[in-house]
């Protein structure tokens, strides 16, 4: 079966060499050699006690995450390390795929079933599997995972949802969980476009008194308010967001944050305190760079000092989370099969339009909602 694959540079010869297709794709300066390949089935052997938890699946959509850049990144330098050797792997972190085998143990899942990873973290048996995301290699067609790392979803559930639908899921529902929220209070979640965020924001819609959402990009505003967004205020400076005349209007008005959902802390945690109420609370789950590397020695104490204490005599909760359970993406799934989970697909790519599917997934920042590519 054909397989989208990073390629070595031997690899990429050894395929124009036999007339094959070898797509070039520039991400910050660096350039990555991809094809549609073919790809042998990898061993599996349902009669062999080795295999007796273990599935393997025929990948039916995939697509790529913010940390995909970075994996992309560290695969090629791993790749580069063999010159002179053909490697060729896989790339992406989510999927939706059919079940084509399974062990003789495998309980959960049977041939036919369609099924997306379970990133459970940080792990439901550590004697068995790894905790976290399953693979990062979902763009392989032909894979071999185990039981504990895929749940079942209906055959309703569409496929290019069914390809953008764990990670972002698991990690907002796991925020949502563990904020323990009463449906009382106002929220305010940054990077609006973000696919983190536009997960929440489905997730919280009519469960919160009021949802306020940070974004810099003009044609989303109005996409934003249809998913559920009461404000939408457009950030012309995101080092400055504190500052914008809307939020501070809108936190005048209701009383300010009670919650502050937040996908990239380096970013924009510093500014957020000062809105973030008394016995408030904070969540993020990851960070875009380190910004307070760019500030002095002396600067950063000094911001790092103010910023502490205006944490602590807010009596602030900070909560810092990695992905979600079985449990939060099993309540992700039956919500949108019931209509309660609006999610959002930008646009899907198939039949090689390889570069076209990379640079919209990770070089354009007007998109609204996740890239799929389908095989």
């Given at each position: 079966?054909k ?26 300066g ?20 080795q ?8 990948k ?14 560290y695969?090629?330098?791993l ?86 639908f ?5 990690t ?5 969980r ?17 696919s ?22 003009v044609s ?6 249809e ?15 504190n ?6 209007n809108?936190?005048n008005?209701?009383?300010?944050f ?33 910004s ?16 502490l ?42 039949d ?24």
């Amino acid at each position: 079966m054909k397989s989208l694959a990073l390629l070595s540079e031997k690899a990429a010869s050894l395929l124009i060499d036999e007339g094959e297709i070898v797509h070039d794709f520039i991400l910050y300066g660096n350039k990555y050699q991809l094809a549609i390949i073919e790809k042998n089935l990898p061993e599996f052997n349902p009669e062999d006690e080795q295999f007796d938890e273990l599935v393997l699946l025929r990948k039916i959509a995939f697509s790529l995450n913010f940390r995909d850049k970075g994996m992309l990144l560290y695969m090629q330098e791993l790749i580069n390390k063999d010159q002179g050797v053909p490697v060729q792997v896989g790339i992406g972190s989510e999927f939706i795929a059919e079940v084509l085998q399974v062990g003789k143990k495998v309980k959960s899942l049977k041939v036919g079933d369609k099924v997306i990873p379970n990133a459970h973290y940080p792990s439901i048996d550590s004697k068995k599997v790894y905790g976290g995301i399953p693979s990062n290699h979902a763009s392989s067609a032909l894979d071999v995972l185990h039981e504990l790392q895929l749940i079942s979803v209906p055959d309703t559930m569409n496929e290019e949802v069914g390809a953008i639908f764990s990670i972002g899921c698991q990690t907002a529902f796991g925020m949502i969980r563990r904020l323990q929220l009463d449906g009382s209070g106002n929220v305010l979640i940054t990077s609006g476009t973000s696919s983190t965020s536009l997960f929440i924001l489905a997730a919280l819609k009519g469960k919160v008194n009021h949802i306020t959402v940070l974004t810099t990009q003009v044609s989303s505003v109005a996409k934003l308010k249809e998913l559920g967004a009461d404000d939408v205020v457009l950030i012309t400076d995101r080092n400055k967001i504190n500052e914008e005349g809307q939020l501070l209007n809108i936190y005048n008005q209701v009383g300010g944050f009670d919650v502050v959902v937040d996908p990239f802390s380096d970013i924009y945690l510093p500014q957020l305190v000062s809105l973030i109420n008394v016995n408030g609370k904070y969540v993020t789950c990851g960070i875009y760079y380190q910004s307070f590397q760019n500030a002095n020695n002396a600067n950063n104490d000094l911001l790092m000092s103010q910023f502490l204490l205006s944490l602590i005599g807010k009596n602030i909760t900070m909560i810092f989370n990695c992905l979600g359970n079985t449990e939060d993406l099993k309540l992700a799934v039956e919500q949108h099969i019931n209509g309660d989970l609006p999610l959002q697909v930008d646009s899907v790519f198939s039949d090689g339009q390889v570069v076209d599917f990379l640079t919209k997934s990770f070089s354009e920042s007007e998109k609204f909602g996740k890239v799929v590519y389908k095989y």
